[in-house]
């Protein structure tokens, strides 16, 4: 039994014994006429090649799988161990008389922070009396217990400014090459590369609050004050839980679609001929068309970047009837808008005027609060 050369088996044709063929003749191919080694040789010479190789240390596989185990005992043992710490910590906290609530961002925390002091404040008014000598004392101390904390501030600055500058310094670098992948990955590699430089922050919502406290301080009576007051402890325990699985990534993206948000709304208002402005949940005006602007006679320019808040151009009854509503369905996500109506100042003359008013709650991804859109409707009475 012979073998065919290597072209007739590729071609499944017959060949002869000589070399070359007669058929590798007859192609003009016959120089490079030959046999083909045979699948139990080609064994033999890879079996032949592996055992010419230097074998490796067998006995090194066996720490490798040891060290993976270690390994993942050792992970185990100290995440158990940071729970019962943070549990130890927990009851201490609880102990005390203090709610131990962990923020995956500092801007939400400040923000129930605010809301807890505003409750706190009106539930301890009636003793701020008694209390005065004590509360000076106690700011003293304050004061100077912060001014030597300072003091290690300024020393560590130099060290600080390193850091800063290598964070910008990683984030000019990824966003010039990010890392290949989807577009989703990299766009959020870039952002937080962006936030960890400290070009991105989320708003500062306490601001807002601070400012609405000053408001009532000054223009409202305890009365409506504490009505308010009563909408935000109502609302308070669903804005904790949604706010301390936060970060502060999540909500840089949230003021993303914020600015989308103003976006569509531009184009929304400039076709719309009804008097109508949107505005943060804690009454920053942010939008408004030119009928709006009209109606309460102020440059269009005025209803932008927070320059006047939604209870500043109401009448007292008007805002408190707006929060009240507002707390009813701030946190149902099966209601977003409510009719009613409500006084409008207008700037210039300082009149009221009766309007019929209506709100619509925008709400993101995590039933937070976007924008409210409201839109007026002046109404004529007869004489």
Same mark, same amino acid.
């Given at each position: ?16 014994? &000589? ?6 003749? @007859? ?77 995956? $961002?500092?801007?939400? &925390? ?14 301890? $008014? ?17 004061? $100077? ?24 310094? @990683? ?193 993101? @991804? ?18």
């Amino acid at each position: 039994m012979f073998v065919a050369c290597v072209f007739c088996r590729r071609s499944h044709m017959t060949c002869d014994e &000589g070399r070359p063929c007669q058929r590798c003749i @007859k192609r003009s191919i016959g120089h490079m006429c030959h046999d083909e080694p045979r699948p139990d040789a080609k064994k033999a010479a890879l079996n032949a090649g592996e055992n010419k190789r230097p074998r490796g240390n067998l006995l090194f596989v066996v720490p490798f799988y040891i060290y993976i185990w270690s390994l993942n005992h050792l992970l185990n043992t100290l995440l158990m161990l940071y729970v019962y710490i943070d549990s130890i910590n927990m009851n201490h906290n609880n102990r005390n008389g203090k709610l131990a609530l962990t923020f995956a $961002s500092d801007s939400m &925390g400040d923000e129930l922070t605010v809301i807890n002091d505003f409750l706190d404040d009106m539930s301890s $008014s009636q003793k701020t009396l008694n209390n005065n000598h004590n509360t000076t004392t106690t700011n003293a101390l304050t004061i $100077s217990a912060n001014s030597e904390d300072d003091q290690p501030l300024h020393s560590s600055s130099k060290a600080s400014s390193c850091s800063v500058t290598s964070s910008k310094d @990683k984030f000019f670098l990824t966003a010039a090459d990010p890392q290949d992948g989807k577009l989703e990955d990299r766009l959020n590699e870039v952002i937080n590369a962006k936030y960890e430089a400290g070009f991105l922050k989320p708003y500062n919502y306490v601001s807002g609050y601070a400012r609405l406290q000053r408001y009532m301080d000054q223009h409202m009576s305890s009365s409506s004050r504490q009505r308010i007051l009563n909408v935000m402890g109502t609302f308070r325990p669903t804005f904790r839980d949604v706010a301390q699985a936060l970060t502060d990534v999540d909500l840089i993206l949230v003021e993303e679609a914020f600015e989308r948000l103003l976006l569509d709304y531009d184009r929304v208002f400039s076709a719309m001929a009804v008097p109508a402005c949107l505005w943060r949940r804690t009454g920053e005006i942010y939008k408004g068309n030119k009928e709006f602007a009209s109606l309460i006679d102020v440059p269009v320019e005025k209803l932008r970047d927070g320059q006047l808040c939604i209870y500043e151009i109401m009448a007292e009854d008007s805002t408190v009837n707006y929060w009240e509503k507002y707390g009813n369905i701030a946190f149902d996500a099966k209601q977003k808008a409510v009719l009613t109506s409500c006084l409008l100042k207008h700037q210039t003359k300082g009149v009221v005027m009766p309007c019929c008013f209506s709100f619509t709650i925008r709400r993101d @991804k995590y039933n937070m609060q976007t924008i409210i859109v409201g839109n007026f409707l002046p109404i004529e009475i007869q004489p």
